[in-house]
């Protein structure tokens, strides 16, 4: 059964806290992705990477930046929480060049910044 | 601006009965576009694509239909089952490429 597994299911940090959310898969995906989703936004990209060390920002980088050490895992990171930064974040893979049947998502990680 | 809108932020259906859940977009460069389905406290699961080469693409109960002229598709899921009831998303973009995501219907199917 494969698997995009995120690290915490629910986080509360301070405003100002750095960060980390961590996803880990276990398909060999070359391509992972972090979304925020909100009410009435959807989800949006923050960043992505197509290949260890390898990243490029999405729609909504700002405040936010990511790590990919290792092909399985891709890291989110908030340098400085704000509590408009309070979200749903989810994890995604898929193998290269392919996005639909093969994006995998995580079972999200919601953060409050209080 | 949002390039991928479903006006529709929720939506009840009888048990049996047909959904439609509608989705515009504006960008007419996008190629192809997906429906994820969302379950509470679970990740989005990938449901049915269809290419912009396509005007109908069936699986199961689910049907996508995909309006090229009036930047309009739909997912009709029939018949309707209470463990469809979910929050649907709809992506467009181009194929290989980054999708972006509307912000999503959430269906009620009642029994």
């Known amino acids: 059964d494969v698997k995009v597994t995120q690290s915490s299911r629910y986080l509360v940090k301070r405003t100002g806290e750095k960060v980390f959310l961590e996803c880990v898969q276990d398909?060999?995906?070359?391509?992972m992705f972090w979304y925020r989703q909100d009410p009435g936004l959807g989800l949006r990209l923050i960043y992505f990477?197509?290949?260890?060390?390898?990243?490029e920002k999405g729609d909504i980088p700002e405040g936010y930046s990511v790590s990919r050490e290792k092909k399985e895992r891709f890291s989110l990171i908030l340098e400085s929480a704000s509590t408009n930064q309070t979200s749903m974040y989810l994890c995604?893979?898929?193998?290269?060049?392919?996005?639909?049947?093969?994006?995998?998502f995580g079972q999200g990680t919601r953060l409050t910044v209080v | 601006d949002q390039q991928v809108k479903q006006n529709s932020p929720s939506l009840s259906v009888q048990e049996g009965r047909i959904s439609i859940l509608n989705c515009d977009y504006t960008?007419?460069?996008?190629?192809?576009f997906l429906w994820y389905k969302k379950y509470p406290a679970e990740g989005p699961t990938f449901l049915i694509s269809i290419s912009s080469i396509k005007d109908k693409n069936e699986d199961g109960r689910f049907t996508v239909f995909l309006n090229k002229s009036a930047k309009h598709l739909s997912l009709h899921i029939v018949p309707s089952q209470p463990g469809d009831s979910a929050v649907y998303f709809c992506a467009g973009g181009n194929y290989g490429q980054n999708f972006v995501f509307g912000p999503g219907t959430r269906l009620s199917v009642l029994p």
């Open positions: 960008n007419s460069m996008f190629d192809y």
């Open positions: 990477s197509y290949d260890v060390k390898m990243k």
């Open positions: 995604a893979s898929s193998r290269r060049g392919r996005w639909d049947t093969e994006a995998f």
């Open positions: 398909m060999d995906h070359e391509n």
